[in-house]
């Protein structure tokens, strides 16, 4: 996708699933903006995904040290551990968000406790309040229900707006039912979802990035996907290495997938 403003690149696709056997999936969207002299990650993953980052990364021709910018919608550990990777870059989470994550009970919920502990007193640190613009033409907003201080970030142009929406709406699903699979608040949920479709019905062409889905438009009153589903696993069933069993988990109706949105 191309902006005016800003080059859009999703790097890792977020994908719209949970682990039935092994706790969360924690597949989370990772996208790269570039324009205005700026390089920006929205969300920087899991553990798992820190390989695969840094090859996506290098393929566009950018290290780690390129990034000037990272935005995270909330401290959940899927979307937020790797900043120590861009920890040389201004590091963009809501102060309400940050203050609730150092407050939260250690091993009870998926932020990572000590890497929030240590963001907290970073240098190039940014506690973002509700409405500021953090990056020319971007702008946070607090969305509450999946965490009290997530943000969704919207970024403005001359054609379109793109709403980078996190866990706050985390898949086609939940944005179409206004109800959340993993919520602190369902009101505030079902509130913050509504926000998101002001922000999306804004405009004809605006697009929104979930945390864990593909990017998608609405138009009269129906949801189309945009790009193509890329998840797979592989597994080692036999007694040779050589030999795996791929499982493929992506719909085959996820390109064209549409759906009333009331």
């Not at 963001?119 to 907003?141: F, K, Q």
């Not at 019905?201 to 697009?207: E, G, Q, S, V, Y």
Request: with cysteine.
């Amino acid at each position: 996708m191309t902006d005016n403003a800003y080059d859009i690149d999703v790097v890792i696709q977020g994908f719209p699933g949970k682990s039935v056997c092994h706790g969360g999936l924690g597949w989370s969207s990772v996208v790269l903006l570039r324009g205005r002299d700026r390089v920006v990650l929205v969300d920087t993953g899991s553990f798992g995904m820190r390989r695969l980052l840094v090859e996506r990364l290098a393929r566009r021709g950018l290290a780690p040290a390129d990034v000037t910018d990272v935005l995270l919608t909330h401290s959940h550990h899927d979307h937020s551990v790797n900043w120590t990777l861009f920890r040389h870059a201004r590091i963009v989470i809501g102060a309400v968000e940050l203050a609730w994550s150092l407050q939260a009970p250690w091993g009870e919920t998926p932020v990572p406790e000590l890497y929030m502990r240590e963001l907290d007193r970073w240098p190039t640190v940014r506690r973002a309040s509700d409405g500021e613009e953090v990056l020319p033409g971007i702008s946070a907003h607090v969305a509450p229900g999946h965490t009290p201080g997530c943000l969704v970030f919207v970024m403005r142009d001359t054609g379109r707006d793109v709403i980078f929406t996190g866990d706050a709406a985390k898949n086609r699903a939940e944005l179409l039912s206004r109800r959340a699979d993993m919520t602190d608040d369902a009101a505030a949920t079902r509130e913050t979802i509504e926000m998101i479709w002001r922000f999306w019905r804004r405009r004809a062409d605006n697009i929104v990035v979930p945390g864990h889905d593909l990017p998608m438009t609405q138009a009269d009153g129906r949801i189309r996907y945009l790009g193509q589903r890329e998840a797979a696993i592989t597994a080692w069933y036999d007694d040779d290495l050589q030999r795996t069993t791929l499982f493929e988990l992506a719909h085959a109706r996820a390109a064209a997938a549409l759906a009333p949105a009331d």
